[in-house]
């Protein structure tokens, strides 16, 4: 019992500190993507710009591979915590009202995280892959011109509303996350757990509102 408990720690303490490194990516992800409210023709030059920087950066190169790992683990353990979770939930006694006083994205997390692993996938395949893979045309300064692909790709209707029902999932996910991790290394104390909360609503609501709010103006303004 005593060594089961510590792995199921020990997986907790991984999906915390992944997922604390993932926030802190959509932070830097969010704030660079943000160059595409600018207008026009400066969103044009200086998004193609940053997007060459980050590229041919080294540092950038190894964060990535950071991140890819992090999103890997972060997987993985999700799935062996759920897993573990359900079949330690098969016996079930008469007095166990957790499902009644949980929220209800704590309960489908494993719903709401396929929900954002797909559209992570598609997210992907139609920028990362097609801008280290494909043939994009240059802009003016001889970049890969990334400003002209986002621009069409958010010209679709139906992908913009996609992604904005997967920001919507992304922001539960984030503040189930949040709440869970600080629980896991220690932090939500009684005397800490509103400003905690606060945090939490605050980064959660933003970083995806954020998100949402950037194909919303580029389909309608651009």
């Known amino acids: 019992m005593g060594q089961w408990t510590q792995k199921t720690l020990t997986r907790k303490n991984w999906m915390a500190f992944t997922g604390l490194f993932l926030c802190f990516f959509l932070i830097i992800h969010l704030l660079g993507n943000l160059q595409l409210l600018l207008p026009d023709e400066q969103a044009h030059l200086q998004f193609n710009a940053y997007s060459h ?12 591979w950071v991140l890819y790992a992090s999103i890997v683990a ?3 353990y999700a799935m062996i915590i759920t897993l573990t979770n359900k079949r330690s939930s098969d016996i079930k006694y008469h007095y166990d009202r957790r499902g009644e006083v949980s929220k209800w994205y ?16 598609i997210h992907f395949r139609d920028f990362w892959y097609v ?3 494909g043939s ?14 986002v621009v069409a790709v958010y010209s679709e209707t139906w992908y913009v509303l996609v992604y904005v029902l997967c920001m919507v999932a992304l922001c539960y996910h984030l503040l189930h996350g949040f709440f869970s991790a600080a629980r896991t290394l220690g932090i939500y104390h009684p005397r800490y757990v509103k400003w905690v909360r606060v945090m939490g609503w605050i980064y959660s609501v933003g970083i995806c509102a954020g998100f949402a709010l950037i194909p919303v103006y580029v389909h309608f303004l651009k």
């Open 74 to 76: 972060h997987v993985i």
């Open 53 to 64: 920087l980050l590229s041919g950066n080294i540092i950038i190169k190894i964060i990535s």
């Open 106 to 121: 704590t309960r489908n997390m494993g719903l709401l995280g396929t929900v954002i692993f797909v559209f992570l996938v």
């Open 136 to 149: 994009l045309p240059l802009d003016a300064q001889g970049n890969k011109d990334l400003y002209k692909l």
């Open 131 to 133: 801008y280290k893979f």
